[in-house]
């Protein structure tokens, strides 16, 4: 692997992209074998993303590599207790404090558990949200910038300082773009014809305020990595009065947005929120849970309607179909979380279907 390579996998994990950080470098598994950073990078964005096998297999791998590194012992605890067995969890977290005394995250998650009075107590713990915050990260040494200026006041150069810091991360996050977005961006904004169609029927009619906010939304979801924000807006443009010419240049942005994943979607939606207008929500990623009807196996994918917040057997929020193009066993009996994307087709009695692109059992 290259070392630019690492150097980009360490830049998405550090943006919590962890799903390319697994596609770029789950193709390099078998020539690194000896590289305690791949597979460290490797197993914690497997953890993020609720692949628990693969990230006990490579922070394993990790783990034997350097045995002295905490958040990897760490990560490995956090897979037991979602396993259930808590004893090897605290068994790990109390060896990380005799080697590691001020490792935050281990006395951490032990007094969370120790707070565990019953089954259910834990399994409302690996259900909640306070969960995910024990995930580990990783820090990498980055160099220093060298100073520029000599100033006489020490608040100066604090605050110089800042402005330095603040414009550098601003230019990093927008170099990570590809070179095609950044010229369809730089396309749009150089754009000085008319902004409006007078012809043809608009489900939206915008302003010229409301069409340039929608065009500055677009540009910094995208330097955010918030590829479902950027959509919405890209669709709102594209069912509005704006001139083709411009729909034209922002529809040339939808092929370079990454597909959805676990743990990458910054923002949600919800069934409710889609069934109001699904056209606005057209290749908009979902994540949601559910339970799985009317299962049929096909030749080329796998169909089902996914009862949408019946996981729980409680509320029902809705009934989606569901389109599964690749090869997996499903267990109707068992709850699930689905992540896919909104398809607008005619034939669905809702007006759109979910892709799915991925999906997980969840316990009983």
């Known amino acids: 692997m290259k070392e630019s390579d690492l150097r ?13 950080v697994i596609r770029l470098l789950e193709p390099l598994i078998f020539e690194y074998r000896e590289s305690f950073t791949f597979y460290a990078l ?18 394993l791998r990790a783990h034997h590599l350097r045995p002295e590194r905490p958040e990897i012992i760490h990560g490995l605890a956090l897979i037991y207790l979602k396993r259930g067995d808590s004893s090897s969890a605290i068994q790990r977290w109390l060896e990380i404090l005799e080697d590691h005394p ?22 409302d713990l690996i259900t909640s949200p306070r969960f995910r915050k024990l ?7 980055r160099r220093r910038l060298a100073p520029v200026l000599l100033l006489t006041s020490f608040a100066g150069i604090l605050l110089i300082g800042g402005l330095i810091v603040f414009t550098i991360q601003g230019r990093e996050r927008e170099d990570a773009l590809s070179p095609e977005t950044r010229q369809i961006l ?17 489900r939206y009619v915008l302003t010229s305020r409301e069409a340039q906010e929608l065009l500055h939304e677009i540009q910094e979801a995208l330097v955010a990595f918030d590829d479902n924000r950027a959509r919405i807006s890209i669709n709102k443009i594209l069912l509005s009065n704006v001139a083709p010419e411009v729909k034209k240049k922002v529809e040339g942005l939808i092929p370079h947005l990454h597909p959805p994943e676990f743990g990458t979607l910054k923002t949600r ?7 109001k207008d699904p056209p606005l929500y057209a290749g908009v990623g979902i994540q949601w849970k559910g339970r799985i009807s009317n299962l049929e196996v096909g030749p080329d994918a796998i169909t089902f309607d996914f009862l949408v917040g019946y996981h729980t057997r409680r509320i029902l929020e ?47």
């Open 8 to 20: 980009m996998a360490q830049k998405l994990f550090s943006r919590r992209r962890y799903g390319d």
């Open 42 to 59: 490797l197993g914690l964005s497997c953890l993020h993303v609720g692949d628990y096998g693969g990230a006990e297999t490579f922070l």
């Open 102 to 123: 001020h490792y935050a995250p281990a006395r951490h998650a032990l007094d969370m558990v120790r707070t565990c009075r019953t089954d259910d107590d834990l399994e």
């Open 135 to 141: 995930f580990p990260r990783m820090r990498f040494h």
């Open 186 to 202: 730089r396309e749009i904004e150089a754009y000085n014809g008319a902004l409006f169609s007078q012809e043809g029927e608009f």
């Open 269 to 275: 939606v919800g069934f409710a929120e889609v069934m």
């Open 318 to 364: 809705g009934i989606v179909p569901v389109e599964v193009p690749f090869p997996v066993t499903i267990d109707p009996e068992r709850a699930y979380e689905i992540v896919g994307e909104i398809m607008i087709d005619e034939r669905s009695p809702i007006g759109f279907l979910v892709r799915c692109h991925s999906l997980r059992w969840l316990e009983d």
